[in-house]
T-cell receptor, first 117, second 113 residues
């Protein structure tokens, strides 16, 4: 069984469109993340939710809006897509334990490759 | 601002060799350091996590060390195999709240049979 699953795996769309990426984890974790991997392969955090509460919100255009309906799901909606949004988007999860995340590794999904034409 | 650098950017070795991947970070105030493996078209797989109070962690043929004061970590792979070919990423947890990771660019490893 896949621990962190993202859909779709590939997404090709035109500039100006609105699209969503869905993520679900079955690990029982209470913290979920969105990371972006650009063409140079650098991974950067975008958002993090803990028990449906937004706890990390990096400098990301407000066209990107995360939504967490419950602690097992974290979706990413992108409005008015631009060419520069083309990247691989990874969802991840970890568990808050022992009063922190210090000993909790991240578990990643397989990524969604977004191509904006 | 935390920056993570990995050296070398790419490495090609014959099967059976022991090898070392290097990671350095600019701010020693980290909460943990994590090593990941990424296969083409796949997500990241967690290999080892070293908490800030620890010096090293071992899993099978992998051993990772951490020297916070000098801002360095090494990943040692013993008796490398073709199946070890992948990109290896180092990341440091920049703050406790939220386990925010700052990643290096990775080392592309190729093990030749």
């Amino acid at each position: 069984d896949t621990a962190v699953s993202q859909t779709p795996k590939y997404l090709v769309t035109q500039m100006g469109n609105d699209k969503s990426i869905k993520c679900e984890q079955n690990l029982g974790h209470d913290t979920m993340y969105w990371y972006k991997q650009d063409s140079k392969k650098f991974l950067k955090i975008m958002f993090s939710y803990n028990n449906k509460e937004l706890i990390i919100n990096e400098t990301v255009p407000n066209r990107f809006s995360p939504k967490s309906p419950d602690k097992a799901h974290l979706n990413l909606h992108i409005n008015s897509l631009e060419l520069g949004d083309s990247a691989v988007y990874f969802c991840a999860s970890s568990q808050y334990r022992d009063r922190g995340w210090g000993n909790s590794p991240l578990h990643f999904g397989n990524g969604t490759r977004l191509t904006v034409t | 601002k935390q920056e993570v650098t990995q050296i070398p950017a790419a490495l090609s070795v014959p099967e059976g060799e022991n090898l070392v991947l290097n990671c350095s970070f600019t701010d020693s105030a980290i909460y943990n350091l994590q090593w990941f493996r990424q296969d083409p078209g796949k997500g990241l797989t967690s290999l080892l996590l070293i908490q800030s109070s620890q010096r090293e962690q071992t899993s099978g043929r992998l051993n990772a060390s951490l020297d916070k004061s000098s801002g360095r970590s090494t990943l040692y792979i013993a008796a490398s195999q073709p199946g070890d070919s992948a990109t290896y990423l180092c990341a440091v947890a920049e703050r406790e709240y939220g386990n925010k990771l700052v990643f290096g660019a990775g080392t592309i490893l190729r093990v030749k049979s």
